[in-house]
């Protein structure tokens, strides 16, 4: 059943192109960094082909959230991140197969993996094979740690990640305790970065004619770089954050009369006075513990209180309305509900229905982010099954129908 029946249904656009048109990717990764990387090149144009091992596939596959309604257990990960690739699935220890990938690293610009460090070299395909059989390629190297350092063969899950970088440090709760962030923050971060860094290499290759080169892609780094100045403040005066340590007062989420919730930032004095003004507290602006945000934030609690007793009384509409109307910058809590039937969100078709594999009922998804005018981004095709496109790249490969089968019969190769 259906929980967003007014999304508009999108179909997919296999003959549409874009910016990275012409740029074979190679995704050997799996889990949720690699796929969120190579998402971003594959919507913008570029031929991702997931590399999979065959009987078992990509691990994202197996998320899956187990519902009445989906008794095997819905794939939704799986179904997002896996757009716009096609997969082929092969067995990594069968020489034949082997030599079949080799030629398809050939035809490649760039390659993503995330095993731990060390395993490609073992496998024969350190960076040095690698551009031997490709001198342009850009080879993403994904890993918890980096490919250096004494830590660079431990496991690297995002949660391990989140915990040393010092984020769930910084958002402890009222108790102490550390907090983790219920998604895959880590991983995400890691992968915007990793697309970026992948059109960097790629432009030196493209416009200068350089060489391909290992982009060298740590969970760890870009989740420090997205951690704020903490450290270089602990460096320089040494503090630590408290727990809940705010940037701003008044900052945070309110609850309303009505049990909905509002989010509420004065992170400006201008805008700090227009919560003021808007809570019929004009004239504390003036007393010396409210009237900077230093100030604010050293009586912070009194703040808070003076905030959320006053959007205590109203509903969230009406909250809204009477913020919005002060100038302040307010908005709703939302949950996926709200989402789905937000008025900003329907307009700017940020959700959408995408047609997935035959015979099942079309996935809601996020629409192609972000938005380019000229060049705009799609959706071409679904999220594959395991080896649905082995046969097609085998093919484009050089193939013969006959070589195919026989791969397939001595299990070198899954073909669905």
């Known amino acids: 059943m259906s929980r967003a029946p007014a999304l508009p249904r ?73 757009r716009n690739k096609r997969s082929l699935a092969l067995d990594f220890r069968n020489a034949q197969a082997m030599d079949w990938l080799r ?27 690698l551009l031997a059989l490709q001198p342009g390629l850009v080879i993403v190297r994904l890993s918890g740690w980096g490919q250096t350092g004494p830590y660079r063969t431990l496991p690297g899950f995002g949660s391990l990640i989140e915990g040393f970088s010092g984020y769930a440090h910084k958002h402890r709760d009222a108790g102490g305790e550390p907090q983790l962030p219920h998604m895959a923050l880590a991983d995400m971060v890691a992968g915007l970065t990793g697309a970026f860094a992948t059109l960097a290499a790629l432009r030196e290759v493209e416009m200068r004619g350089g060489r391909g080169q290992v982009v060298d892609l740590s969970l760890l780094e870009p989740m420090l770089a997205i951690m704020g100045p903490d450290v270089a403040t602990y460096a ?20 309303c009369k009505d049990g909905l919730w509002v989010s509420l930032s004065g992170s400006t004095e201008t805008m700090a006075r227009r919560v003021f003004d808007a809570i019929g507290q004009a004239a504390l602006f003036e007393d010396p513990r409210f009237c900077t945000n230093a100030a604010r934030l050293a009586h912070d609690a009194q703040v808070g209180r003076l905030v959320s007793d006053f ?8 909250c809204l309305a009477l913020f919005r109307s002060k100038g302040v910058t307010v908005g709703p809590v939302y949950a996926p509900p709200q989402l789905l039937n937000d008025a900003h969100v329907a307009e700017r078709g940020v959700y959408v229905q995408v047609d997935a594999a035959e015979g099942e009922p079309p996935t809601v998804m996020h629409q192609v982010t972000p938005r380019l005018q000229g060049t705009p981004g799609s959706i071409r095709r679904p999220a594959p099954r395991r080896g649905q496109h082995t046969r097609e790249l085998l093919a484009e490969l050089g193939a013969s129908q006959a070589e195919t089968e026989a791969l397939q019969v001595q299990g070198a190769i899954e073909c669905r």
């Open 236 to 255: 320089a005066t040494g503090l630590d954050p408290e727990p809940g340590r705010k940037i701003a007062s008044p900052r945070g989420s309110y609850r």
């Open 311 to 318: 959007i205590a009384t109203l509903d969230q509409a009406e």
């Open 10 to 82: 999108q179909p997919l656009a296999p003959q549409a192109a874009g910016p990275l048109q012409g740029v074979r990717v190679l995704d050997l990764s799996r889990l949720v960094a690699g796929n969120m990387l190579t998402l971003q090149l594959g919507d913008f144009g570029a031929d991702v082909v997931k590399v999979e091992a065959a009987g078992s596939g990509d691990t994202l596959r197996e998320w899956r959230e187990t519902h009445p309604e989906h008794p095997e257990g819905f794939d939704g990960w799986w179904r997002t991140y896996a």
């Open 103 to 129: 030629r398809l690293i050939a035809s490649a610009q760039v390659l993503v993996e995330s095993v731990r460090p060390g395993t490609l070299e073992a496998m024969g395909l350190g960076p040095d094979a």
